[in-house]
């Protein structure tokens, strides 16, 4: 008995024995050598355990640092995709990547395709037959990547990867599914094909799949990406939904071949939830396949001609006109109020000289004009490097907001009397009617251009949507309509001689009136550095302060000294290092981590595209605030109609959901939704309704009555 009982337990120790022994066989990864400093990699597999003659997928895992990035098989504008060198067991081979879906990202100028936070890049592994059970395969890989962020680091990782042989293989179970995740975004075969066709600006690309045409009816945003360089600028591009399948039109690049050309690549769609799908486009010359050429983009933006309409002459008036309105109502907007209240001054010092009020009146439309014109050629070049730039993109940058804090607080000093430009420095409080001149009209066409630009008002939102979806030539005339409306009551009232009849004549009462007019400035001023403060912190507010006590500095110095040529040498150049110093600093300065946004300023939870479709799913009514901290539009809008007690109340009563999208900093995905709803800018209010179905756009001017309409109405309960 005593010796069965022994047998027993040896058995049993034994078998524990192996069970141990075959659960440490695992799938083993070392690094051998590395000199990647912002990605962590990894080489991971599905299986710990591998069969003979099996296939399966390992993986290069790359966790890289917050705002890096590595690069699809094209990466686009600039960079390099990862690239291996295997040194494998005999019999054992490796098949080419099995790239997952690319994101487009935006760097500078340029436009990258690849991959932020982590990229999970599989590759298939084939066994031999011949692998025996109780072997080891060591998989051993030298990986290269370049990885970017404001600079390029090429990388680089041995990386030696041992699995067991066993008879039957054993799964992995966190490194399948990361593997198994990554392969469903990779691109897959179409079930109709695709064709291209080359259009008067570039391509159309027209793909037929049922599961795309599904994909794309929910779709937050659809991309083609081709998979040669240098054929499609990476301009905006426009898409069509059908029910066979969606058309993208692309705009083509310098060095596209002439005539008909095949053009491969692969068309992404990014679902509501924010999952990528991707279909295999191997689109070869052909007119485009019924159902999907002539689909229609649905318009949800309220514009002249929806996002993608097609440019007509009798639509290019009407959002001429409409621009041209807008630009007049820009007039009443807060931001431009200042500096209209200077050139009111200015207007009574003209008003008995009919020929010098003329001349300041289109030396004021110039400045005006050419302010417009410059900035819708920015706008034109930044699209055609691939990023979307909307009605205030200037005030995104903080040196560019740095640059004219301080400018305007040196208008501010001048109004004051504390300098003159044009005369001497000394001559504070001379003859009124004898300073400025046309320079200073023209200055203050391009100040009121350029403070007036970021407003999106009344009429102008859907023409100036509509145009950012045109041509370069359409895009800068309407630049020049909004111009031409800022700048007619001004020039009207300068070519009208009767103005003299109710304005006194110049008098020292105007050099009081001058001195009053320089404290909006001063508060244009606290506006901009509240601006600024949102996009550097207290750092960058600290930084400008600083510029405006050298700007002080500089002009005590040239009335002190600015008689003889050294002096004003020495002026000029504390003033200019004042611009330019602070400006140039703040671009390397950010905002601290928790800080306090705008979303957490108004109670609201930050915007994006997965927590809207997470609050449908709920049935929630959702009121959603596209706004930034440079749009005094935006931020009255707040005040008056959205933070009042009766749109609170209908929020509360109606559990609905508050979400900010704020693009005070430049945002891809906020400027993506800016464009698929038709808008050039912000503000942008959406309400959606319970029970589901398209947003409700609200007027850019908001009242307490009409959010608490707006909400009761999407509840269903008026």
Not at 210 to 226: E, M, V, W, Y
Not at 443 to 459: D, E, K, Y
Not at 644 to 662: C, G, I, M, P, T
Not at 706 to 712: F, G, Y
Request: neutral net charge.
């Amino acid at each position: 008995m005593r010796g069965i009982i022994s047998r027993v337990v040896g058995l049993l120790a034994a078998a524990c024995a192996s069970l141990v022994a075959g659960q440490a066989a695992f799938a083993q990864s070392q690094i051998l050598s590395t000199d990647a400093k912002q990605a962590k990699p990894s080489l991971i597999s599905e299986l710990a355990a591998v069969a003979p003659g099996d296939t399966f997928f390992a993986a290069l895992n790359l966790e890289l640092e917050d705002t890096w990035h590595v690069y699809w098989q094209n990466p686009g504008d600039s960079g390099l995709p990862p690239t291996v060198k295997w040194k494998l067991p005999e019999g054992v081979t490796a098949g080419p990547f099995k790239w997952p879906a690319p994101e487009a990202i935006p760097l500078a100028t340029l436009m990258n395709f690849g991959y932020e936070h982590e990229l999970v890049l599989p590759m298939e592994i084939k066994v031999p037959a011949s692998a025996k059970p109780g072997d080891k395969l060591t998989l051993t890989g030298a990986f290269d990547w370049l990885i970017c962020q404001d600079v390029c680091i090429p990388e680089r990782a041995e990386i030696a990867l041992t699995l067991p042989v066993e008879a039957v293989a054993r799964a992995n179970d966190a490194d399948s599914a990361a593997i198994a995740k990554s392969i469903t975004t990779s691109a897959v075969p179409l079930s109709g094909g695709a064709t291209v066709e080359r259009t008067k600006d570039g391509f159309k690309v027209a793909a037929v799949d049922g599961d795309l045409a599904d994909a794309a009816k929910t779709a937050a945003s659809i991309r083609f990406f081709p998979l040669g360089p240098e054929t499609v600028y990476n301009a905006p591009q426009q898409f069509r939904r059908g029910d066979a399948g969606v058309s993208v039109e692309l705009k083509a690049s310098d060095y596209a071949k002439p005539g008909d050309q095949d053009l491969p690549g692969i068309i992404v769609v990014s679902g509501a939830d924010g999952a990528l799908k991707s279909w295999d486009v191997p689109a070869k010359p052909g007119a485009a396949a019924a159902g999907v050429a002539d689909a229609s983009v649905k318009s949800t933006g309220g514009a002249a001609a929806g996002s993608g309409d097609p440019f007509t002459i009798a639509g290019f008036l009407l959002a001429l006109g409409a621009g041209f309105v807008g630009g007049m109502v820009l007039n009443l907007m807060p931001c431009v109020l200042p500096v209209l209240a200077v050139k009111a001054a200015g207007l009574a010092v003209t008003a008995h000289n009919p020929k010098e009020s003329r001349a300041h009146g289109l030396a004021y439309l110039g400045g005006i004009l050419i302010c417009f014109a410059a900035l819708g050629g920015i706008v034109v070049a930044l699209q055609a490097a691939g990023q979307f730039a909307g009605f205030g993109f200037q005030l995104q940058y903080p040196p560019v907001v740095a640059f004219f804090t301080l400018a305007i607080f040196a208008l501010g000093l001048n109004l004051l009397g504390v300098f003159e430009v044009g005369g001497s420095l000394m001559g504070v409080g001379g003859n009124l009617a004898d300073k400025g001149g046309s320079s200073g009209a023209f200055f203050s066409g391009v100040l009121a251009a350029f403070v007036g630009a970021p407003c999106i008002g009344p009429f102008m939102a859907g023409a100036a949507g509509w145009a950012l979806q045109q041509n370069a030539a359409v895009i800068i005339t309407m630049f020049l309509a909004i111009g031409l409306g800022l700048a007619a009551p001004f020039v009207a009232l300068s070519f009208t001689p009767a103005i003299a009849k109710i304005i006194p004549r110049p008098g020292r009462w105007m050099a009081t009136l001058r001195q009053v007019l320089a404290f909006p400035m001063f508060l244009t001023m606290l506006w901009l550095l509240w601006t600024l403060a949102g996009q550097t912190g207290a750092d960058g507010v600290i930084v400008v302060l600083a510029g405006a006590i050298t700007v002080g500095f500089g002009i005590w110095l040239a009335t002190k000294w600015g008689g003889s040529v050294p002096g004003r040498v020495i002026a000029g150049a504390v003033i200019v290092a004042a611009f330019l110093i602070p400006s140039a600093a703040t671009a390397s300065i950010k905002a601290p981590a928790g800080g306090e946004t705008l979303a957490a300023a108004a109670g609201a939870e930050p915007w994006s595209v997965e927590r809207v479709a997470e609050l449908r799913s709920e049935g929630r009514i959702i009121f959603v605030d596209f706004t930034a901290r440079w749009c005094v539009t935006c931020q009255v809008n707040k005040q008056i109609a959205i933070d009042s007690q009766k749109a609170r109340k209908a929020f509360e009563q109606n559990n609905v959901a508050f979400l900010v999208a704020d693009w005070t900093n430049r945002d891809s995905v906020i400027a993506s939704a800016l464009a698929e709803h038709g808008r050039a800018g912000v503000p942008l209010y959406l309400v959606y309704p319970a029970a589901g179905g398209d947003p409700v756009v609200l007027p850019q001017v908001l009242t307490p009555g009409l959010v608490e309409k707006a909400v009761k109405d999407a509840a269903g309960t008026m």
